[in-house]
């Protein structure tokens, strides 16, 4: 079975910095993309991230670009998400999913919060 | 900016009832889009990809259809369990954008 579950959500100051990972199981993860998706309390889905097989290719949403580093470690088969200059804006349930041959999600994680505040 | 709009964002409907709601692209994404379900608390699942082809292990009362900018996702006779939001997304090219959602009740 594929498992995705993430960790390190916690309450942050604004200006700080957090690290998320995601370790997964039940799958060839250096063979699939992976990516990131955020929800704020009571909001939509916004997507964050996506990193490509190997870590050849990133992406990033426009509000995150320029703070936030995605990356992969294949020998330990997880996910991270690295989280810099944190906002109050960035306060989510940050999940992380695979995608399959395109980027739709076909598993997701059950989430880690993630708060910004003072 | 991409924009992915889905309407209506709330409806309610009875059980056995069919309902269909939209998602409309700002430009033309192909078929290059999924639909998710999301339960309250819960991650969102993935129901429908490529626009209509139904994810392994979903219910068969799904269904989705549509190219280009205009996309139908359908629920064949609503059950009590098919309470959630409902996500579009595409995927063509980055930014990956989600609609924002269309909540069902019963």
């Known amino acids: 079975d594929v498992h995705l579950v993430e960790s390190g959500g916690a309450l942050i100051q604004p200006g700080g910095s957090l690290r998320l990972s995601c370790a997964t199981s039940?799958?060839?993860?250096?063979?699939?993309?992976m990516g990131w998706v955020r929800q704020a309390p009571g909001k939509g889905l916004e997507w964050v991230s996506d990193?490509?097989?190997?870590?050849?290719?990133?992406y990033y949403a426009d509000s995150v670009k320029g703070r936030f580093i995605v990356s992969r470690d294949t020998s330990g088969n997880t996910l991270y998400l690295q989280m810099n200059s944190l906002r109050a804006e960035d306060t989510a349930i940050y999940y992380c999913?695979?995608?399959?041959?395109?980027?739709?999600?076909?598993?997701w994680g059950q989430g880690t919060l993630v708060t910004v505040s003072s | 900016d991409m924009q992915m709009t889905q309407s209506p964002a709330s409806l309610s409907a009875s059980v056995g009832d069919s309902v269909t709601f939209t998602c409309r692209a700002s430009?033309?994404?192909?078929?290059?889009l999924a639909w998710y379900q999301q339960k309250a608390g819960k991650a969102p699942s993935l129901l429908i990809y490529?626009?209509?082809t139904l994810q392994s292990g979903a219910p068969s009362r799904f269904s989705g259809s549509g190219s280009g900018t205009y996309f139908t996702f359908t629920i064949s006779g609503l059950q009590p369990e098919d309470v959630a939001t409902y996500y579009c997304?595409?995927?063509?090219?980055?930014?990956?954008?989600f609609g924002g959602g269309t909540k069902v009740e019963i």
């Open positions: 999913a695979r995608a399959g041959s395109k980027s739709w999600y076909d598993f």
């Open positions: 039940g799958f060839t993860f250096n063979t699939y993309t």
């Open positions: 990193i490509w097989t190997g870590g050849s290719r990133t």
């Open positions: 430009r033309d994404i192909r078929n290059d």
């Open positions: 490529d626009a209509s």
């Open positions: 997304q595409n995927y063509d090219d980055a930014p990956l954008t």
